[in-house]
């Protein structure tokens, strides 16, 4: 009986994820149609506001891609000048990417859409329901940080 459930839950769950994606995505047309910015773009300008700067290693691994994935990923946004490349100064070998004020603008926009989104949609949700959304939300990345890590 457990196993049925739970196929039904994943089921319903890979349903609804990509619908909720991409009725996000239609939430914020402005950015990405106009700056054409792409979602894996979006993932490492997120993580360039979280810190200054980051090395191609550690750009990769955060993003779950190979190093020539994420490089060529930042090809692209250093073409659109959205990143910078730097090399470290103590060892020249150490190449880091920093976000640009370009790339700045483009995310702090696109946080801001996407944070009025969730405002417009949850407000329409009772708080009892918003907290309960978070404690799911906060154990599922509990979850996958122990699988991560472990």
């Keep these: 009986m457990a196993k049925r459930e739970i196929d039904s ?3 319903k769950m890979d349903e609804l994820i990509p ?9 914020s047309p402005v950015v990405l149609a106009h700056d054409k910015i ?15 700067s980051c090395n191609m290693g550690n750009l990769a691994e955060d993003l779950s ?5 994420a490089t060529g990923l930042i090809n692209r ?13 103590k060892d020249r070998r150490i190449v880091k990417v920093k976000m640009t004020k370009r790339g ?14 969730v405002m417009e949609i949850f407000s329409k949700i009772s708080r ?9 939300l906060e154990k599922i990345c509990r979850i996958l940080e122990e699988k991560s890590n472990g």
């Excluded at 946004?77 to 100064?89: N, P, T, Y």
């Excluded at 700045?104 to 009025?116: A, D, E």
């Excluded at 009892?128 to 799911?136: C, L, S």
């Design 9 to 11: 839950f994943c089921q």
């Design 19 to 27: 619908r909720l994606g991409r009725k996000f995505l239609r939430r």
């Design 38 to 52: 792409s979602v894996p773009q979006i993932f490492i300008l997120e993580l360039l506001l979280q810190r200054e």
């Design 65 to 69: 891609i190979s190093t020539s994935a």
């Design 77 to 89: 946004m250093l073409k659109a000048g959205l990143v910078e490349r730097m090399r470290e100064s």
């Design 104 to 117: 700045n603008t483009i995310i702090k926009k696109l946080i801001n859409q996407r944070r009025q989104a």
């Design 128 to 136: 009892q329901d918003r907290e309960k959304y978070i404690d799911i």
